[in-house]
């Protein structure tokens, strides 16, 4: 291992310090840094709505904007440089996204299940908060609150086809002038900015103005606005009506506080949590405001059964039993509907792949046959069961590549998804050279009646694009995909929205295997699926044997299991370099990326990747990006700040980005090159979705890998390192890292003892209650 590779070239090589040490090796300088978050901004009301710790760290946390929609931007404004009719992937997507969440309302209402939106509370719903209270106070609760009817049948209803329509590739149509006119005239009644007008406008709806004026926090549903700017907003149309125990406050505040939660990855809060959170906020009656959010249909309230440590799960209670018999301890839980329905249908999909019946595609002697090398397991278990999870790190997406290249080898439709534009590269080219390996027979004659096999490149999608329509195998009239095998790759990344339109997209009998590295940062959105799933043992497990190569999947292998290793690099795979404080690391940063790199290494800057801890700071992602674009190419920055040739990353849609540069501005807006593909962005979204990209942070950079990465670990960044984000970001460099380092024995520590920060899901208890091999 040396230090900085430019004076290596000069100098003797320099093997780095023992562990743990002010320089130490790789691994003690690799660092890590703040997790990159969801969508929102770091800070104390993170905190609060976690309930616990969940700031600026934690995988998914807030303390980083998901790619350059961070400051509020979405996606569905792009445009393709075909033709104006072209559909607009991220419009698809969230098209998808409003449609899936209808049709899981419909299934809901089938069943006798959670209460309605917007119905105030009766019968079973009031028994449930009657037990909220049982619960705080130490009483035990009526048995007969906790008791679940039995689930109504699954039943095939017909669903619309979610091939997405085409429509112009242009921004969301604009809310009428009158109407903003009006809504600007209350924001400047109440001293806030006129510049929301449009926003409020467009989330409230039709007579926002009158909405505001009877109820002023309702500012609190544009996002970005605090509840302190919503207090001052308050006080300024109500006057002497205003006040901190006012009804309306405490119910917003509520939702505000599950909104935040959300962004740090919980799809709820426990009730105790939440009352915490609410009191910080300056809520006299925690209880009163949650009481009065659920009366309004604004939230919704769950309560999920806990096994005692180390007993046997509780059989389900008959119908003969007495309700004498000893309670089983609870949680009570309040969440947003959107995520809680999101999860109800996950755990309906999963059980439905489960417990169906693999569809019949050749015999278990051709199976066993495909059944060799690395993959042999896996396909193994592909061949009788309908999920399946797969573990292991980049190396080990050789053993999906198998299992796709066997199963189109019987004829089976198959489909790969992968997280990032550069994941679907990389698949497509394993795929590829696994079944040139394995020759060029067509496909067995099968009942899956394929007509002949898909090219590599199109069996592999990006999972946006696939829930989009834009990518893969198109949907049937049903509304599902025409696949008998998706494999989802990066699985960690998925939240529980985009997993339930996957689970509800599959037809009876089709498999699904879900594989990624459970090492890495968790998804941008709320939930932490593949971590649930593992936990739950509902299906089989297969983990890989297949270690990533080289110096630098040695380290980062190490880190995985927590321990920071010193590892050898005589052809400077690892590099570190030391620094006293941010200047500095900016500076050396510039240098490695511009001179010290190509070089010494061969890589040019174009395929190197810098990752930082955050957006903001001395180094973040802003100041180190000034730096390199006045290094690496200079210019007036006429488009928003861009020019030709700077490298940029652009945010289709929240909690998405990829990579790209910038082609040219003209009228139409600024014309990028992303993935390969042609992307125009309006001149007025260029600000809320595109940031230049030669620095990035874990989260953006996280299903992509390069060449070389260099790895920025300021001296601010120490408090917020942990072993998922180091990970991470190590993990980005295929041929060498640098470590710019700073933060002592931060990193070792990290790496040791800082483990993923907890989310607080439903989904285990959901599975547990419709998978009998969950518990």
Not at 479 to 488: A, H, P, S, Y
Not at 502 to 529: F, I, K, Q, T
């Amino acid at each position: 291992m040396t230090t900085d590779p430019a004076a290596a070239e000069e100098t003797e090589p320099v093997t780095g310090p023992e562990p743990g040490g002010p320089g130490a090796g790789p691994g003690a300088d690799d660092d890590g840094g703040s997790a990159d978050g969801s969508r929102a901004p770091a800070g104390p009301d993170n905190e609060a709505a976690a309930g616990a710790t969940d700031t600026g760290s934690g995988e998914g946390g807030p303390s980083e904007s998901e790619g350059p929609a961070a400051d509020g931007g979405s996606g569905d404004g792009t445009a393709t440089a075909d033709t104006a009719a072209q559909l607009s992937e991220a419009q698809a997507e969230l098209a998808a996204q409003r449609e899936l969440r209808e049709r899981i309302k419909r299934r809901k209402a089938e069943k006798e299940g959670p209460v309605q939106a917007g119905a105030r509370l009766s019968g079973k719903a009031a028994d449930l908060l009657a037990a909220v209270r049982a619960v705080e106070s130490g009483e035990k609760p009526p048995a007969s609150v906790f008791t679940e009817p039995e689930p109504a049948p699954r039943r095939s209803a017909p669903e619309p086809v979610r091939q997405p329509q085409a429509m112009p590739s242009a921004p969301p149509a604009p809310v009428a002038s009158e109407a903003v006119d009006t809504v600007r005239a209350v924001l400047v009644e109440g001293g806030a900015p006129d510049a929301l007008a449009a926003q409020v406008a467009a989330v409230l709806g039709e007579e926002a103005d009158t909405q505001l004026r009877e109820d002023p926090w309702q500012l609190l549903r544009v996002a970005g606005v605090r509840p302190e700017q919503a207090d001052g907003f308050a006080r300024a149309l109500l006057g002497a009506e205003c006040g901190p125990d006012d009804e309306r406050r405490g119910r917003a505040v509520t939702v505000w506080l599950l909104e935040q939660a959300a962004l740090a990855g919980h799809t709820a809060l426990e009730v105790q949590a939440l009352h915490a959170a609410l009191a910080q906020r300056s809520v006299p009656d925690p209880d009163a405001a949650v009481q009065s959010a659920l009366a309004e249909g604004d939230a919704l309230v769950f309560q999920d059964a806990l096994d005692e440590p180390g007993a046997p799960p509780a059989p389900a209670p008959s119908e003969d039993e007495g309700e004498g018999e000893a309670e089983r301890p609870v949680r009570v839980l309040i969440g947003l509907e959107r995520y809680a329905l999101a999860e109800e249908s996950l755990a309906d999909g999963l059980a439905r792949v489960v417990n169906s019946l693999p569809k019949e595609d050749g015999s278990a002697a051709d199976w066993e046959s495909a059944a060799t090398g690395s993959a042999a397991e896996l396909i193994r278990a592909v061949a009788g069961h309908g999920l399946v999870l797969h573990t292991g790190g980049e190396a080990s997406r050789a053993e999906p590549a198998a299992l796709a290249a066997a199963a189109r080898s019987l004829g089976l439709r198959v489909c790969a998804a992968a997280h990032t534009p550069d994941g679907r590269r990389r698949f497509a080219a394993l795929l590829a050279t696994v079944e040139e390996a394995r020759g060029t027979d067509e496909p067995q004659d099968s009942t899956a009646g394929t007509p002949g096999r898909a090219e590599p490149h199109e069996a592999a999608t990006t999972v946006a694009g696939l829930l989009s329509g834009t990518e893969g195998p198109g949907r049937d009239t049903d509304g599902l995909l025409r696949t008998d095998l998706l494999i989802v790759l990066d699985a960690p990344q998925l939240d529980v929205e985009s997993a339930a339109m996957l689970a509800e997209s599959l037809p009876d009998g089709a498999r699904l295997v879900l594989s990624g590295d459970p090492g890495v940062l968790w998804s941008a959105g709320p939930g932490r699926v593949f971590a649930d799933l593992l936990a739950a043992r509902a299906c089989p497990q297969v983990a890989s044997r297949t270690p990533d190569p080289g110096p630098v999947g040695e380290l980062v292998s190490g880190i995985g299991i927590g321990e920071l290793n010193q590892v050898a690099a005589p052809g400077k795979e690892v590099v570190i370099v030391p620094v006293r404080d941010a200047g500095e690391a900016v500076h050396r940063t510039v240098q490695l990326i511009a001179d010290s790199v190509p070089r010494a290494i061969g890589i040019p800057a174009e395929q190197t990747q810098v990752i930082t801890p955050g957006h903001g700071g001395a180094a973040g992602t802003r100041a180190l990006n000034t730096a390199l674009k006045e290094r690496l190419n200079p210019g007036p920055g006429r488009f928003g700040g861009f020019d030709p040739g700077d490298r940029i990353a652009y945010s289709p849609a929240p909690g998405r980005t990829v990579p790209g540069h910038v082609v040219k501005a003209d009228a139409e807006g600024l014309h990028l090159e992303c993935a390969g593909a042609p992307v125009v962005v309006p001149k007025e979204r260029v600000e809320q979705t595109v940031r230049h990209g030669w620095a990035l942070t874990a989260h953006q950079a996280v299903g992509a890998r390069w060449p070389a990465a260099v790895v920025v670990l300021p001296g601010d960044a120490a408090q917020a390192l942990t072993r998922p984000w180091i990970y991470t970001a190590f993990g980005r460099a295929e041929q060498h890292l640098s470590v710019v380092h700073g933060v002592d024995q931060a990193l070792p520590r990290a790496v040791a003892e800082v483990a993923a920060k907890p989310r607080t899901t439903r989904l285990p208890a959901l599975l547990r209650a419709q998978v009998p091999a969950a518990g």
